[in-house]
Nanobody, 127 residues
Framework: QVQLVESGGGSVQAGGSLRLSCVASGSTLSMTYMGWFRQAPGKEREAVAAIRAGGSSTYYADSVKGRFSISQANAPNTAYLQMDNLKPEDTAMYYC????????????????????WGQGTQVTVSS
């Protein structure tokens, strides 16, 4: 099993930046992808960004393209989400996730296809 622990959330004003970190432990050799998802109050959890091991491929939701950047470090197994030019609508609980392979890249940003989740870190953006 893989365990994921997020950190780096907080409160910022609109236009500010935050960097989230997710450290993976356990059976990390089974991980092929790491991703970030978010859930705002009253809304469903949605994909934000994902990365294939080694950083060969990255995927972004349209709402964050050009503002957020996902990256990965191998030692330890850590994924980062650099969030710039934050907007109030980015306010949410942010979750790290991991899984093995996908049968198609088309499924990478599909929330229901991810099977391992962290506890989340809160991001609040004020106007």
């Amino acid at each position: 099993q893989v365990q994921l622990v997020e950190s780096g959330g907080g409160s910022v004003q609109a236009g500010g930046s935050l960097r989230l970190s997710c450290v993976a432990s356990g059976s990390t050799l089974s991980m092929t992808y790491m991703g970030w998802f978010r859930q705002a109050p009253g809304k469903e959890r949605e994909a934000v960004a994902a990365i294939r091991a080694g950083g060969s491929s990255t995927y972004y939701a349209d709402s964050v393209k050009g503002r957020f950047s996902i990256s990965q470090a191998n030692a330890p197994n850590t994924a980062y989400l650099q969030m710039d030019n934050l907007k109030p609508e980015d306010t949410a609980m942010y979750y790290c996730a991991s899984r093995g392979t996908f049968s198609s890249p088309a499924y990478v940003l599909r929330e229901r296809d991810w099977n391992t989740w962290g506890q989340g870190t809160q991001v609040t953006v004020s106007s």
